[in-house]
Structures are given as structure tokens and as C-alpha cells.
């Protein structure tokens, strides 16, 4: 191994213990048994380098480095988002470098997020900064008449969520009923975004009363747990059983919690009683809710990332003897029932749980500030859930609230279509009182809605895409920025109508709030158009539409949180924005085109419904 990759695994291994991502050391990161990738291409643009290169086959993500002279050193390019800052896949925007300076680029690839293979061939590219001639322009074309297969839509499959005893809290946050609202919230996601589970911590908590042991005898209730999971059923969707935390009574070290509700998160004290604890709400479920119905549409998710000693106090061979207890305990219920892990942070022990001779049905983990990576060369045929995914794993940051997480989520639901069973964003409702309930309205919580059941631009974006249409069409970008900013997605409907989404982001957290060398004038063509005119609505998620963050800091009268009038200013607002009247639009000989500025951060969607 040459100095320069040694330094650059050194670097990502600084990188990745840095971050407190995996409870780890710096300097574990080992060689991969993969090559270099071939073709690394750097250009330079307006605000940005754009890198681009052959994928390689096995690997699940690519580092991306840098450096200021061929040799090196080649350090990690790290866009602020505070986990594993591999992508899966390029092209890939750096736009943290300064303008005019010429970087040094190269690409690693990973087989786990702990092995880097070599550095690929350097390329050399320097961004450039604004002028008087206007914006950067990127040409977007869609072919309305070519079928590139059914639309997969991975943001459907699951959410994630408070714990769900909060359904059934009579408390207020911010004079709002928080059950009724986070029950409310489940219903949205549910019925418009047609959310089908949800992910949340803590069913074995004793604020449901499982365990107890009364006269030296234990005792087993689980009317709490019915109640809270007929709640979810009856909004029409299911629950993931991520069987955590541990009961007080069943608890080695009750003292050791996490969490404002104080989760404990110690080993058992006694293995048996755990195993039949887990093999008793397992068969009770299936005796409530039916053998068929639990063995086709639940999971059964072990624990919550054992991998940060935050969650998990035992030992790393205590946690999978926990694993192996517990699925030994849910498949003696019925072989047929679906159990997996590891609900890891950052990707951690992967290969781990894959090495268990006891039954893995799925791989969960989770990732935050990048698009999921590409675990299918690790886990096969197996199921991939990334049952907790955002833009950032801090609670209360202020990007959380922001235009910039609302790309962030369509990037990775582009990134993962066709590739994830599912990808949940974290979480569906502020409603969320992990570390203490919600101070005041816009406080950087991980919902997609608000206390009072706003909508954010996240919750907007996810909405458009809900509105892209079954049958996915190919799109092809060119211009400065183009793939690596500004990215499409577009869709047919049954009925003739073309849906076209369009989105200008970067990861890169310090551009946040913006960047004008970032803005780009974008032109969209239409071909194959089968009808002579089109109805066409244009909605935008920006700093000034559908934005309840934005309204709320100028009505806020230094608020914590609204008053009568205020709730009902921001309810009226609480709609998807028009960046234009709706008007019609001709296609001559089959085409039509588009043009606007397309900011960044900002997302665009047109929709073309044919005329009679």
C-alpha cells in the first residue's frame, strides 16, 4: 500500500471517529479487497466541482477526498453532516472548496463503512465563481412517450415516531393536545403520503407495563401494547416491533437509561425470562392480530443501535447473544416471522449480523447527512430497511425546519428507488420528547410536521413526489451543475398526465440558507407528448413558498409559540405555494419546454394534465 492511500484511510478514520458516529477509536479502517474505480472525472462549475466515475462492483459507497497537490495529502471531503460521509454512488457536487483554487480529487471504494479500498486516479478540477451573465443554466429533457419501468417509492413504506405511548398522552405541548395531534400525524403521512408503517422505540418501556414481577413472580401485561398497536391498525397502518427497551424488573443495571423517558438499556438480568418475555408478546400478537397477517406485513427489529453505547450498555457479545435470544424466541413462534438487525447507527456491524448463524430475515440500519449506501452486495437477497434516515441525527438543529433537509430527502429517495425495501425518515411528528418535549414552534425538531400538525418543506417534498404518476420516465440533465445539483424525476400517470420534479441542492450543510453561486436558470423540455395542449400547475418549495418556518420567523413577534391569531395566519399558509398561475401550454409536434430560475435550496414541480 502506497503513503497516499495509507494517509487517506488515516483520514477517513479520523473522519469516522470523530463524529462519536460508532463509539469507536480512530485507526480501525482496513483494506478492502476491491479496486480503485476507473474513470474519475472532475469538473469544474459555477460554486462547485462535479465528480463523477465507473462504479465499482461490491462496493457499497465511495469515499471522496481531496487534496491541494497531486501527492497529497488526500483527506475526506466532509459536507457537515455528522455521520458516514460516503455516498453510494456519484455524481457527486463538492461545493466546500474555494473559488478558483484547484483541488486534487479521488474516490475510494468501501466494502463496509470500516474497509476502504485504494484511491482511485486523481483528477483535477477548480470551481469558478458567479459573473455578470447571468445564472449557470442546466437543460433538463423528459420523454413523455419512452416507459423506464414502475415508479418504486421507497418514503411509502415506513416512518419513524416518538414512542408510541405518546398516542395516548393527554398532555399539551405548546397548548396542543399531543396525542390526539401525533395520532393525527400518523393519519397524514398515512393517507397523503401513503405511509405504510412506523418504526418507533420503546414497546417494552414500562410506561406499557409488559413486565413485572409482583410476589417474586413475574407477570406479563400486554393491554398496553394493544392499545397503542390497535390505534396504529385502525389508521391504517402497521407497526415495526423493534423489541426495546428493557422492562426495570428484567433489567442487570436499571440505573442505566437514555432518553427523557428514561429507557433502560441494560443486558437482562435473567436470559430465560427475557426469551420468554419476547416469545409471549410474540405469540400474543399473532393470536390478536392473525398468524398471516403478522408473518406477511410485520418485522420484528431487534433493539435500537447496540452500536453507541448510549443505547445499549452490555457489551458487543451480550448484544448478540441478545440477538440470538431473541430470535430464537420470535421464531418459535412460527418459523415464517421476520426478525433482523442489527438497527444500527452509521451502518455499524453490518457485517456482524450477517456472520450470525441465528436467523437474519432483513438488514436494518441507519445513516444520517447522506443518501443511504448500497448495502445489496453485503446483504443479498435479504430485505435492505433503513428504519431511521434524515438529514441530521442532532435533534433541535435549525436545518431540520429547512428547504435544504426538504431536497436532502429527495436526493435520497431518488438515490434508494429500486434499491431499498424502505427508508424512513425520522420522524413523522415533533411530538417527540426523546430529550424533553418541543421548547417552542420551530425549534429544529426531526418532524416532517409540526407541533399543530404544519406542514414543513420536508413534508412538502415528499408530498410532490407522492403526486409523481406510476409509470417512471427517463430524464437526462446537461449544464453547469447538472446530476450533481440539480436533479429530476418524472413520472406518467394513467390518465396522460406528465409530472416533473426537479430539486437544486448540495449536501453541503454550510449552504444551508443558500448560496447565489448555487442558483441555476433551468430549461425543461417535454418530447412524445400524445395531446396538442397541457394544463400545466408549477408548485415550489423555497425560502418564500411553502415555508412555515420562514412565515413564522417574520409573524413570531418573539413568540415561542402562536397565539389564536398567529394559528390561524399560519394554518391559511399551510398549502402547497404556486410559483405561477396555473395556465395551458401548447406542444407542437409532441413538445413543449419550461424556463424559470431554479434557487438553491429549492424544489420545483411541474405537472402537464392533458386537455381535453
Known sequence: MTS???????????????????????????????????????????????????????????AVHRATASSGPYEP???GGGDVLAVPHGPYAD???????????????????????????PAVAAASAGAADGLAEV?????????????????RAMVGSEHLSHLLCEDTTGGRPIGAELTEALRRVRDELGVQQVRAHAILCDDLGVYKVVDGRPRLDFSGVDRVYDTVLELGMRPVVELSFMPRDLASDPSRTVFAYEGIISPPRDWEQWSWLVRELTAHLVERYGLDEIRDNWWFEVWNEANLSVFWSGTP???????????????????????????????????????????????????????????RPLAGDRPLLWTEW??????????????????????GMRSTSRRVDALA???????????????????????????????????????????LGDTELPVALSGDGAAGLVEAWAARSGDGTVTVLLWNATLDHAKADGDPELDRAVTVDVTGLPSAAYRLTHWRVDATHSNIAAL????????????????????????????????????????????????????SCMELVPMP
Open 4 to 62: 497516499v492511500e495509507e494517509q487517506a484511510r488515516a483520514g477517513w478514520a479520523r473522519l469516522m471517529g470523530s463524529g462519536g458516529a460508532q463509539d469507536r477509536a480512530p485507526g480501525q479502517i482496513v483494506p478492502a479487497d476491491l479496486p480503485a474505480p476507473n474513470g474519475l472525472v472532475a469538473t469544474g462549475g459555477r460554486g462547485h466541482v462535479t465528480l463523477s466515475w465507473e462504479p465499482v462492483p461490491g462496493a457499497i459507497g465511495y
Open 77 to 79: 471531503v466532509d459536507h
Open 95 to 121: 461545493t466546500t472548496g474555494e473559488p478558483f483554487r484547484q483541488y486534487w480529487y479521488a474516490v475510494a471504494p468501501l466494502s463496509t463503512v470500516t474497509s476502504m479500498g485504494p484511491l482511485s486516479v
Open 139 to 155: 437543460a433538463v429533457h423528459v420523454a413523455a412517450d419512452v416507459d423506464a419501468g414502475p415508479l418504486h417509492r421507497p418514503w
Open 317 to 375: 457479545e451480550e448484544f448478540w447473544r441478545l440477538y440470538d435470544e431473541t430470535a430464537r424466541a420470535v421464531k418459535a413462534v412460527d418459523p415464517g416471522l421476520r426478525v433482523g438487525g442489527p438497527a444500527s447507527a452509521a451502518v455499524g456491524w453490518i457485517d456482524d449480523q450477517l456472520a450470525r448463524t441465528s436467523p437474519v430475515d432483513f438488514v436494518s440500519t441507519h445513516t444520517y447527512g447522506s443518501p443511504p449506501l448500497d448495502l
Open 390 to 411: 434524515g438529514v441530521t441525527a442532532t435533534h433541535g438543529s435549525e436545518v431540520n425546519d429547512t428547504v435544504f433537509a426538504a431536497a436532502f430527502l429527495l436526493r
Open 425 to 467: 425518515p425520522w420522524v413523522a411528528s415533533d411530538h417527540f420528547e426523546e430529550l424533553g418535549r418541543p421548547p417552542r414552534l420551530t425549534h429544529g425538531g426531526f418532524g416532517l410536521l409540526t407541533v399543530g400538525n404544519l406542514a414543513k418543506p420536508k413534508y412538502w417534498a415528499l408530498t410532490l413526489a407522492q403526486r
Open 552 to 603: 413564522w420567523r417574520t409573524i413570531s413577534e418573539g413568540r415561542d409559540w402562536p397565539d389564536e391569531r398567529q394559528w390561524a395566519a399560519l394554518r391559511e399558509a399551510d398549502r402547497l405555494a404556486e410559483v405561477e398561475p396555473s395556465r395551458v401550454l401548447e406542444a407542437r409536434n409532441g413538445t413543449t419546454a419550461l424556463a424559470f430560475d431554479l434557487p438553491m435550496p429549492a424544489i
